[in-house]
């Protein structure tokens, strides 16, 4: 028999849990009868703890962009109590850099949200119950067999919280390992949109290059630093 009916929402959850590294190609897009017109192309590389990296690429650049070059690449650094963000703009030699501190007199951390758009789904998806799930059938995903499961997201995550949203999960059929990610929702002015999270990989090696804070020579530089706080008691406040 097919392997794939064997493969349980908990055996996705199981793999979504051993994630330590990630990366993966990202495209977003607008949704017509005549297909979806791609807004945006991007590479993600991610690294728990506290490590992002984005590169966007233009809509047009095909499915192998990184030939010509990111127009526009976002590297964040996170630890408890500060933010590092440097976004680089290639074509125009470029660069800014925040840097956030964050003080709170709270029991925890200073609360922060996602790191990206990336983290911000994948979270979502793992914090997803079985019972919020439903098979969806079996396809062929890059030469793999794979199991689809539709979820139900809460429409409050988003931007637009009247926004209904759709995701799918297409997995091994093998181990339950994600392989296709496919999210539809309509932005804040009604449009509908189109999320695809393909060619994922966890738990590779990853350099450490990827995520320097570091301006190439000769580019211009503007620097911002930001300070916020967080009081468990407002008459505390300064």
Same mark, same amino acid.
């Given at each position: 028999?097919?392997?794939?009916?064997?493969?349980?929402?908990?055996?996705?959850?199981?793999?979504?849990?051993?994630?330590?590294?990630?990366?993966?190609?990202?495209?977003?897009?607008?949704?017509?009868?005549?297909?979806?017109?791609?807004? &945006? !192309?991007?590479?993600? *590389?991610?690294?728990?703890?506290?490590?992002? /990296? $984005?590169?966007?690429?233009?809509?047009?650049? +095909? %499915?192998?962009?990184?030939?010509?070059?990111?127009?526009?690449?976002?590297?964040?650094?996170?630890?408890?109590?500060?933010? &590092? !963000?440097?976004?680089? *703009?290639?074509?125009?030699?470029?660069?800014? /850099? $925040?840097?956030?501190?964050?003080?709170?007199? +709270? %029991?925890?951390?200073?609360?922060?949200?996602?790191?990206?758009?990336?983290?911000?789904?994948?979270?979502?998806?793992?914090?997803?119950?079985?019972?919020?799930?439903?098979?969806?059938?079996?396809?062929?995903?890059?030469?793999?067999?794979?199991?689809?499961?539709?979820?139900?997201?809460?429409?409050?995550?988003?931007?637009?919280?009247?926004?209904?949203?759709?995701?799918?999960?297409?997995?091994?059929?093998?181990?339950?390992?994600?392989?296709?990610?496919?999210?539809?929702?309509?932005?804040?002015?009604?449009?509908?949109?189109?999320?695809?999270?393909?060619?994922?990989?966890?738990?590779?090696?990853?350099?450490?290059?990827?995520?320097?804070?570091?301006?190439?020579?000769?580019?211009?530089?503007?620097?911002?630093?930001?300070?916020?706080?967080?009081?468990?008691?407002?008459?505390?406040?300064?």
């Amino acid at each position: 028999g097919d392997s794939s009916n064997a493969i349980a929402w908990a055996d996705v959850q199981l793999q979504l849990n051993q994630v330590q590294t990630l990366t993966l190609r990202a495209l977003t897009g607008v949704s017509a009868n005549t297909g979806m017109r791609i807004t &945006e !192309r991007y590479r993600v *590389y991610y690294r728990d703890p506290g490590l992002s /990296r $984005i590169e966007e690429y233009p809509p047009d650049a +095909g %499915p192998d962009p990184i030939e010509k070059g990111a127009r526009k690449v976002t590297i964040i650094r996170r630890e408890a109590g500060s933010n &590092e !963000r440097l976004t680089l *703009y290639p074509g125009a030699g470029r660069a800014e /850099r $925040i840097d956030s501190v964050l003080l709170t007199d +709270g %029991p925890g951390p200073f609360p922060q949200p996602a790191l990206d758009f990336v983290q911000f789904n994948w979270e979502l998806i793992k914090k997803t119950t079985a019972d919020k799930t439903r098979r969806i059938g079996d396809r062929i995903i890059d030469g793999v067999a794979a199991t689809g499961f539709e979820l139900e997201i809460p429409d409050r995550e988003y931007v637009n919280p009247l926004s209904q949203i759709r995701a799918q999960l297409w997995a091994s059929g093998k181990d339950g390992r994600p392989l296709l990610i496919e999210i539809e929702y309509r932005d804040p002015v009604g449009q509908k949109m189109r999320m695809e999270y393909s060619d994922i990989q966890w738990n590779v090696p990853l350099d450490e290059s990827l995520f320097d804070l570091v301006v190439p020579e000769g580019w211009s530089l503007v620097r911002i630093r930001t300070e916020s706080a967080e009081y468990a008691d407002a008459g505390l406040a300064p």
